[in-house]
T-cell receptor, first 114, second 115 residues
């Protein structure tokens, strides 16, 4: 069964600090991996999309890494801001019968305190 | 226009009511999705439309009935819902259902409460 596990479940940091969120997956066959940011009561917004051959991808203060061999990904947030408080969801896209199926992680809830 | 819009933003309905959720995009995307999200849980895929045809139904109860009148619109018809169906309903779209490397654009969601 395809699964995406994220850790930690929740995280509290001070403004300006860095943090790293983890994602482990067992999705086969693998197509790509995405990180989304979701504010409470809103739809998720894409941060990065990574394919099998990409190891690192940055989007401003967000840097995602992917190790396809160990099936692990991380999202590193640099110099956190209050607006980074949100849920961060790891989504792995697999394929089945010609369709592309997303498997969602449960998310990491990040709270940034002043 | 790079937006997915959803109406209404909030909906309260009784278990005997019939209502519909609407989703619209004008990005020329040919894949559209319905997700259900409970509090503090990830979105759960419900339906996928590919080129206006239903391609995936994730064993969703028949009280939820999707409809794709054209390539820009996606509806979710609701009838005889249960209180446990209360959730945030998210619509998403992506450019080409045949390509996996397609960013999904999500709408803001409809917050549904079933009394």
């Amino acid at each position: 069964k395809n699964q995406v596990e994220q850790s930690p479940q929740s995280l509290i940091i001070l403004e300006g600090k860095n943090c790293t969120l983890q994602c482990n997956y067992t999705v086969s066959p693998f197509s790509n991996l995405r990180w989304y940011k979701q504010d409470t009561g809103r739809g998720p917004v894409s941060l990065t999309i990574m394919t099998f051959s990409e190891n690192t991808k940055s989007n401003g203060r967000y840097t995602a890494t992917l190790d396809a061999d160990t099936k692990q990904s991380s999202l590193h947030i640099t110099a956190s801001q209050l607006s980074d408080s949100a849920s961060y969801i790891c989504v792995v896209i697999g394929s089945a019968g010609g369709s592309y199926i997303p498997t969602f992680g449960r998310g990491t809830s990040l709270i940034v305190h002043p | 226009d790079t937006e997915v819009t959803q109406t209404p933003k909030h909906l309260v309905m009784g278990m005997t009511n019939k209502k519909s959720l609407k989703c619209e995009q004008h990005m020329g995307h040919r894949a559209m999705y319905w997700y259900k999200q409970k509090a503090k849980k990830p979105p759960e895929l419900m339906f996928v439309y590919s080129y206006e045809k239903l391609s995936i139904n994730e064993s969703v109860p028949s009280r939820f009935s999707p409809e794709c009148p054209n390539s820009s619109l996606l509806n979710l018809h609701l009838h005889a819902l249960q209180p446990e169906d209360s959730a945030l309903y998210l619509c998403a779209s992506s450019q080409d259902p045949g390509l996996s490397y397609n960013e999904q654009f999500f709408g803001p969601g409809t917050r549904l409460t079933v009394l």
